[in-house]
């Protein structure tokens, strides 16, 4: 059997079968890291021991007929997301010995659901990035072009799972972090509501963004790992209390339901790689044999990434003050506790955190918090009501995730601003909160993937993973990077 013939759905019903036992699983996983995680430096941390105590348990379990929902299934995890008594460094040297203290709300309903943790991946420094360059300690890799990077924040976790070094994967998006790698990488990404997944035990880099959510190799897996991880905690006070629907069964029994889907002008008249825009034509074409397409406005788009960056720095200020050196992290030798705070954050903090730091404080200081946070709060509710205008009308909206292809490593890393704009189409949807899917669609002439996002209304999550599934099925693609099929 091969890995790259597996998606978790397959996996779980080898399992149930009994023609697969999760130490098997886990043995052909770990097989598969050190193979290739060498040439694309995906993880952060894998413990092996750890791997297969976890895999034996979950035989065990399987045994004595206790199957849950993921007994067995190998997933690697986002190096911001919290598990007990192992590392969570953030990619960040401020954080290199830490260890957590305590399980978050995800990990906890995943253990509860029998999963096996394979490691932790690599990331931009606390999600500051869209490359996964920004880590603290070294770049990730794009397995379709060694040369180009992945995406981020969340670089590590997409990568691992298009290389199948975990059959699925959870990374967190402040503004597109989950969806821009997903596409990068050609895998299926989402971007859950904001509230409909606990943020406990998630590291905070801006907390009124920050949403934690899940990769998959294909829509079924991704609908399997949110059913996993949604619903409401007491420990997250913007945690939502709603209902949680089984995801799988409804978009199986949605495969033919007919949907008004949006085309955003604006977004649409951006200025879009070529091979991005066919993919995207290409996708229309297809739904028109069964949906509505219309054009609708959302106005205020031109406005989201300024907008973003006068949030998430603020809170990214306010929540990284936390690293002084005195509580837990990285401490520098000092002469005095100012010059310990000083050489502390100095020498922790990389250059693109120091950066978002610099720009939040100020747009927090005195005399300019009405001209920067208070107005871009406002710009921020005017985004929310373009797209609550624009539901009243349709059901979803389709746009490109991204706005190109893969770049090349160190093509954007000295030009911050073109680096911001590589998530131009995707941070409106954390203004706004809203349930967003980077579904991939095909592979442009130098073989490297291309995205598109299904935006959906609030706690609609399941009418997105409905209309990906649909698309998937019409596709019927695979996406295996070229290094598996040598």
Known sequence: MELKELTLKKALNLLDEGKLSSKELCTLTLEQIKKYDPLVKAFLYVNEEWVLKQAEEADKKRKEGKRDLLTGIPLSI????LIKGHPTTCASKILANYIAPYD??????????????????????????????????????????LERVPGGSSGGSAVSVALRMGLGSLGSDTGGSIRQPAAFCGVVGM????????????????????????????????????????GNDPKDSTSAEIEIPNYLEFIENNLNTTFKIGLPKEYYSYDIDPEITKYLEKTIEILKKRHTMVEISLPHT????????IIAPAEASSNLARYDGVKYGFRAEAKSLLEMYKKSRGLGFGKEVKRRIMLG???????YYDAYYLKASK?????????????????????????????????????????YLSDIFTIPVNLAGLPALSLPVGLTTDNLPVGVQIIGPQFKDELVLALAYQIEKDLSLKFIPPILKD
Not at 206 to 226: K, M, N, Y
Not at 302 to 309: E, F, G, L, N
Not at 395 to 402: Q, R
């Open 78 to 81: 986002k190096d911001n997301i």
């Open 104 to 145: 978050a709300t995800v990990i906890e309903r995943l253990k509860s659901q029998g999963v096996v943790f394979i490691g932790k991946t690599n990331m931009d420094e606390f999600a500051m990035g869209s490359s996964t360059e920004n880590s603290g300690f070294f770049p990730t890799r794009n397995p379709w072009d």
């Open 191 to 230: 971007k859950p509501t904001y509230g409909l997944v606990s943020r406990f035990g998630l590291v905070a880099f801006a907390s009124s963004l920050d949403q934690i959510g899940p990769f998959g190799l294909t829509v079924e897996d991704t609908a399997l790992l949110l059913q996993a991880i949604a």
């Open 302 to 309: 031109k406005y989201a990434v300024a907008t973003y960056y």
């Open 361 to 367: 404080t100020y747009a927090l200081s005195a005399g």
């Open 379 to 419: 710009v921020r509710t005017l985004i929310k009501e373009d797209f609550e205008k624009a539901f009243k009308e349709v059901d979803l909206i389709l746009t490109p995730t991204t706005p190109t292809p893969p770049f090349r490593l160190g093509e954007k890393i000295s030009d911050p601003l073109q680096m």
